[in-house]
């Protein structure tokens, strides 16, 4: 009867032939070691047949955990031939005789870790700098001086686990295997599962203890602000143009009406209409707030010859810059030194000027679209009206090509970045280019673009996802990765002409429309969203 039950149990033995399943039964052996269940691991490697680590390493391990450095030192001759890496074995004893030395200077043994340190340390020939830091610990009076000086955690388990995690890049994984290699392999599984989340639109990042492993990580796309939560009807005509200041704490609105409307968040994230910026004949099509966000540049349609620059908190009007009346300045964007910016248009001028409007430098000829400045401080994008997007250098009145479309380029943006830009062309829809190699990364589907002038941006957590006005009345999202829209937004029931994303609340999207009206748009009341509109 027991022989048959032998039997029985070893045809029922798995035979692990595959160094998959080999290293599957490591990674799980490693992984039950680490929470303590010894016995566990030890029937499992019997039962498969594999071995965690190799004799000799887990022999060294032992021996570093327990602080027998003699020993651990004559391990490591006997792994010499398993390890690849030249400096390996000198690197090791270099680790392991540090910290003996300094559990010697700790437990007090001052003539042991000078000993340590002159028979056996310096002999190494290794590291000579450290080896001379090392001395200066001798002048420690106390242990918590010590530990202090040296920036180490004190003798014990944590040190020496720390001092083995950093002796493991040194053998090959089929010896002794990465600490924690399945939670590093569970991590990267999580990672890129939030990479791959068409709505992942949050600041909190997921882990093993956050995110069950048993189902593959989604969001909803109620995260996304897909809902109104606001109406803002202060404009008495089409809004052209709608910006977040970078604080998120402000929002600038443009319209044909002549006015900009500076709109202040409140504490329960309403925006509350704080001024009106009045006089603007041509209407109000474009503005920049300046990167401290003290000053807001409104700029004309068409072709307006002068640009306003307001002060941003008091309401006052710093400078109305019109440099020629055959001029046209429609579209602006501010130096990283909030002291200067660029502004140009369609008839040609192309002009970097001081905070006061002062013209300091001029590019003759160039027919501006839109603008915009990179965090450089010195490169400035424009597109054209041949369909293209140059790069200018005012320091060294350099210029260079970075995109070409077949259409119209009727405007752009640039992702913080400075590597990503958006691209609203004409009978086209919105184009997204890496401008680091100069090359399409993918169109985004879904919006109605012709030949009016309808502004797109970047937003959300990790500036992941973009969204665009369209003159089919809807707001379009769409997460980078993917050229169909995640969210369609209905509501206003004329073309969209501009969105702007906070770029602190990344629940939070405003939209400006020829209904005359601003939408605030947020994630759907359910709680579990709310930290977006936090």
């Known amino acids: 009867g027991d022989n048959g039950g032998g039997a029985t149990a070893a045809a029922a033995r798995p035979v692990l032939v595959g160094k998959t399943d080999q290293d599957i039964v490591r990674l799980i052996g490693q992984h039950l070691r680490s929470i303590g269940l010894s016995g566990t691991v030890q029937q499992l490697m019997q039962e498969s047949g594999c071995k965690l680590e190799h004799p000799a390493a887990t022999k060294f391990q032992e021996h570093v955990l327990r602080g027998e450095w003699r020993s651990a030192d004559a391990d490591l ?30 437990d007090g043994l001052v003539m042991e870790a000078l000993n340590c340190l002159r028979e056996q340390l310096s002999p190494l020939k290794y590291n000579v700098d450290r080896v001379h830091a090392l001395t200066g610990y001798m002048m420690c009076s106390e242990p918590d001086e010590l530990r202090r000086v040296a920036k180490w955690p004190g003798k014990g388990a944590q040190s020496r686990q720390k001092l083995m995690e950093s002796m493991q890049e040194y053998f090959p994984p089929t010896v002794m295997m990465p600490p924690g290699r399945l939670r590093t392999l569970l991590n990267q599984a999580i990672e890129l599962q939030t990479s791959r989340c068409p709505y992942h639109n949050t600041a909190v990042s997921l882990n093993l203890t956050s995110q069950s492993l048993l189902t593959d990580h989604v969001c909803s796309a109620n995260t996304l602000p897909c809902k109104t939560r606001q109406t803002l009807h202060d404009h008495c005509d089409e809004v052209w143009f709608c910006c977040f200041s970078h604080d998120g704490a402000r929002l600038a609105t443009g319209s044909k009406d002549g006015t900009v409307i500076v709109w202040q968040l409140t504490k329960d994230k309403e925006l509350k209409h704080e001024r009106t910026l009045e006089g603007h004949s041509n209407g109000v099509s474009y503005l920049a707030w300046s990167p401290d966000d003290a000053y807001i540049i409104a700029c004309g349609r068409y ?55 002062n013209v ?69 829809g919105v184009h997204l280019w890496d401008l680091k190699d100069k090359c399409l990364v993918r169109k985004l589907q879904g919006v109605t673009q012709g030949f009016f002038t309808v502004y797109s941006c970047f937003g959300g957590v990790n500036q992941d996802f973009a969204a665009s006005g369209s003159e089919d009345h809807k707001v379009y999202l769409w997460h980078l990765g993917r050229e169909k829209p995640v969210a369609i937004l209905h509501g206003h029931t004329r073309t969209v002409n501009c969105v702007s994303w906070n770029p602190v609340i990344p629940g939070m999207l405003a939209s400006a429309s020829d209904d005359s009206t601003v939408r605030i748009w947020g994630p759907s009341d359910d709680q579990n969203n709310e930290e977006n509109w936090l």
């Not at 390890?83 to 005789?97: A, S, T």
């Not at 965090?375 to 054209?384: I, K, N």
């Not at 250098?393 to 992702?415: C, G, W, Y």
């Open 77 to 106: 001759d006997e792994l010499k031939p398993l390890i690849e890496c030249p400096q390996g074995v000198l690197r090791m004893k270099f680790l392991l005789l540090e910290q003996k030395y300094l559990e010697l200077l700790e």
């Open 303 to 357: 072709e307006c010859p002068e640009l306003w620059i307001w002060g941003a908190a008091s309401g006052e009007l710093r400078v109305k810059m019109n440099h020629s009346p055959e001029d046209s300045l429609t579209s602006a964007a501010w130096n990283v030194d909030s002291k200067r910016f660029v502004a140009g248009g369609t008839r040609g001028q192309f002009y970097q000027c001081d905070i006061d409007g």
């Open 360 to 428: 300091l430098d001029t590019w003759e000829g160039i027919r501006i679209q839109c603008l915009q400045m990179l965090q450089d401080g010195r490169t400035v994008l424009a597109s054209d009206t041949h369909q293209r997007i140059r790069s200018y250098n005012f320091d060294d009145l350099s210029d260079q090509n970075v995109i070409a479309e077949d259409n119209p380029i009727m405007s752009f943006t640039v992702s913080d970045s400075g590597r990503l830009a958006l691209l609203n062309v004409a009978n086209q």
